[in-house]
T-cell receptor, first 113, second 115 residues
């Protein structure tokens, strides 16, 4: 079946530090992969996505590369800011299994000045 | 524009009340979703409407009743809820076009408290 395993949090970093949040997946077909961000008291916002192997999604300084060989989609940012403090969810969707979304457990990030 | 709107933002209701949550999108999307999210957890899928027909009901109790009056609107009718139903209720939509990655776009949510 389909599932997403995400790095446990919480993660606390100093401003300008390098961020990596690990995400691995299992899928029966050829999924699309997503990172969503949820700021306190808000809904989920699409951060970036990749639809096939070796695609790189990027947005607002965040990047993630779809690695089929390692079934991974790790989120990275070179220099985090206080405003990046939020919960990050990795997710997959597979057209061949009804487009249902499978979410990881979420990783809480706190960036301190 | 990738905006999904939800009203109300906050709702407090007693266990005997009837209330409704509303969701609207004007992106021409043909699939709409209701999720329930508890604190520090990922969203849990409740219902999916595809082309205005209910396609998925994830064994949700009958005290939650979805309705899709047209392709832009989605309602969730609430009746006789329990305190454990207190959560953030999220609406999402996606295009459901063949051959296109089906990205879901979420609204800001309704924070529901059941007393």
């Amino acid at each position: 079946g389909n599932s997403v395993t995400q790095m446990e949090g919480p993660v606390t970093l100093s401003e300008e530090a390098f961020l990596t949040i690990n995400c691995t997946y299992t899928a029966t077909g050829y999924p699309s992969l997503f990172w969503y961000v949820q700021y306190p008291g808000e809904g989920l916002q699409l951060l970036l996505k990749a639809t096939k192997a070796d695609d790189k999604g990027s947005n607002k300084g965040f990047e993630a590369t779809y690695r089929k060989e390692t079934t991974s989609f790790h989120l990275e940012k070179g220099s985090v800011q206080v405003s990046d403090s939020a919960v990050y969810f990795c997710a997959l969707s597979d057209r061949h299994t009804g487009n249902q979304f499978y979410f990881g457990t979420g990783t809480s990030l706190t960036v301190i000045p | 524009d990738t905006e999904v709107t939800q009203t109300p933002k906050h709702l407090v209701m007693g266990m005997t009340n009837k209330k409704s949550l509303k969701c609207e999108q004007h992106m021409g999307h043909r699939a709409m979703y209701w999720y329930k999210q508890k604190a520090k957890k990922p969203p849990e899928l409740m219902f999916v409407y595809s082309y205005e027909k209910l396609s998925i009901n994830e064994s949700v109790p009958s005290r939650f009743s979805p309705e899709c009056p047209n392709s832009s609107l989605l309602n969730l009718h609430l009746h006789a809820l329990q305190p454990e139903d207190s959560a953030l209720y999220l609406c999402a939509s996606s295009s459901r076009l063949a051959g296109i990655t089906d990205t879901q776009y979420f609204g800001p949510g309704t924070r529901l408290t059941v007393l």
